[in-house]
């Protein structure tokens, strides 16, 4: 009998092992991630001779050189998220019926790999077919691991499970890009080692730290997916009951597509959140490679000083996410998506007008705690709108749906920021810089998704939610 697992309303979600097993193995990815994410773009540039030596403090790249690679970072960025996105539902939908365990070993041994072969890529060449193979790798880890998590926690309580996943991988996210620039001092100026060498080791170190994610989800963690347990109907009926499924989301049982087993209004809603996925994922998309661009070009390239700047950011967005989490389990989900995520593209819209280094840390503090107490609730919303049964193909299709738009956005911003960033626009008694447009055109998008889920998604808060007709 397949191995089945939930989180009764009586046990502590914070000691369930396949809670922390799941947030672990997202941690160690994104530490692994972030270290080397304050000098992945100087990595480029390194590779492509346009460094002569390790950047520091003092040590500005000119802006024209920045303009000419731009559209390069952009097409790498855009070769992972392609793959992503054609892959991501075809391996949630393989999930749901072969398993969830499998695949994501699969995926995360592949992170293993692919951190090595970065670290002995030769050109920009390389680096764009390995960003694409991790693209692969991606697909077959995040959306099958939100799925599992959805399938042990259960619906009263999403938002803070959410809100303690989103925490414990952050903590990955966070500590890296200090840990990364830290590695790349000491690479620089105590193993002084040349370029492009100096950018290598965080690649590997990387390797390291992500394996024992694959060995903890091998050994420890149990299968959750339908397929493995909808023959074992008792222990099926068990799960649900402690899931708490009976919502307005009540599964159809049917064999045709996932769109005929919903009702009509968690139709509406799952296309809705297609939509909004493809304007976030743009929006995304464009601000990926031009930040990266605008510190290196306006702000500054030492990249100690970097990684700790967003380590500090990441740091204080993380204090809200699981407040964050029980107050939409509580009060409702909606409010904190939407008011959260227009916090964020605010600031993000503001953040190419800084000068300096403070200025830009604030801005970017301001857009991390605005995204950290919607992002628990944006995916509560979407755990609750879609069925048990369909979670992993569906979940794979929202996060297809924002890969393509995080396709589109690298391309965009990369020849946008090129185009732009040389030109000076006289705005009444104001002179702005060209490089302000991409920035604002991944505001402006991100607002469009805002608009979408107030006006077309509704409050899914559990205590206001109602069995549909027919489905008692």
Not at 80 to 103: C, E, H, N, Q
Not at 165 to 183: A, E, K, Q, R
Request: aromatic content about 10%; overall charge negative; some cysteine.
């Amino acid at each position: 009998m397949a191995d089945i697992v939930s989180v009764a309303k009586t046990e502590k979600l914070y000691t369930n092992p396949k809670v922390l097993i799941i947030a672990i193995d997202a941690m160690l990815i994104m530490l692994g991630f972030g270290i080397i994410a304050p000098s992945m773009s100087f990595y480029l540039f390194a590779l492509e001779g346009q460094l002569t030596q390790p950047p520091g403090p003092d040590y500005i790249i000119p802006p024209e050189i920045v303009a000419e690679f731009s559209l390069i970072l952009g097409i790498m960025m855009a070769s992972f998220m392609g793959t992503r996105t054609l892959l991501a539902r075809y391996w949630g939908g393989v999930s749901d019926m072969r398993g969830r365990k499998p695949i994501l070993n699969t995926g995360l041994l592949g992170y293993v790999v692919l951190l090595v072969l970065f670290g002995f890529a030769q050109n920009w060449i390389h680096l764009l077919i390995i960003r694409a193979l991790q693209g692969v790798v991606s697909a077959m880890t995040w959306p099958v691991a939100e799925a599992a998590l959805m399938d042990i926690v259960g619906i009263e309580r999403r938002g803070e499970g959410l809100g303690l996943y989103m925490v414990v991988s952050n903590i990955g996210f966070i500590t890296g890009p200090g840990v990364g620039g830290l590695l790349y001092n000491f690479c620089r100026d105590f193993l002084l080692l040349p370029v492009p060498d100096v950018f290598r080791v965080p690649y590997f170190i990387a390797a390291l730290i992500t394996l024992p994610a694959a060995i903890f989800t091998a050994v420890l963690l149990k299968e959750t997916a339908p397929g493995k347990v909808e023959h074992h109907e008792s222990d099926q009926q068990k799960l649900e009951s402690d899931m708490g499924t009976t919502s307005h989301q009540s599964i159809i049982e049917s064999d045709g597509p996932e769109t005929e087993q919903m009702d009509d209004k968690t139709r509406k809603m799952v296309h809705a959140l297609y939509v909004m996925a493809v304007m976030n994922g743009i929006a995304m998309g464009l601000g990926q490679p031009i930040f990266q661009l605008f510190l290196m070009s306006k702000i500054t390239t030492d990249i100690g000083l970097i990684g700790l700047v967003i380590s500090g950011a990441g740091a204080i967005g993380m204090l809200f996410s699981i407040p964050a989490g029980r107050y939409a389990d509580k009060k409702g989900r909606k409010g904190l998506a939407v008011w959260g995520a227009a916090g964020a593209r605010v600031s993000y819209f503001a953040l190419p007008l800084t000068t300096n280094l403070a200025q830009t840390s604030i801005f970017w503090i301001a857009q991390n705690a605005s995204f950290s107490v919607s992002q628990p609730a944006m995916r509560a919303i979407q755990a609750d709108v879609v069925p048990w049964n369909l979670r992993g193909k569906l979940f794979g299709t929202i996060q297809a749906c924002f890969n393509a738009g995080a396709t589109i956005g690298p391309l965009a911003g990369g020849w946008l920021f090129g185009y732009f960033s040389l030109l000076l626009f006289p705005i009444g008694p104001f002179i702005i810089e060209g490089l302000v447009v991409p920035f604002w055109l991944a505001s402006i998008l991100g607002m469009i998704g805002v608009f979408l889920l107030w006006k077309y998604v509704e409050e899914t808060h559990p205590s206001q939610e109602t069995t549909p007709e027919g489905q008692e």
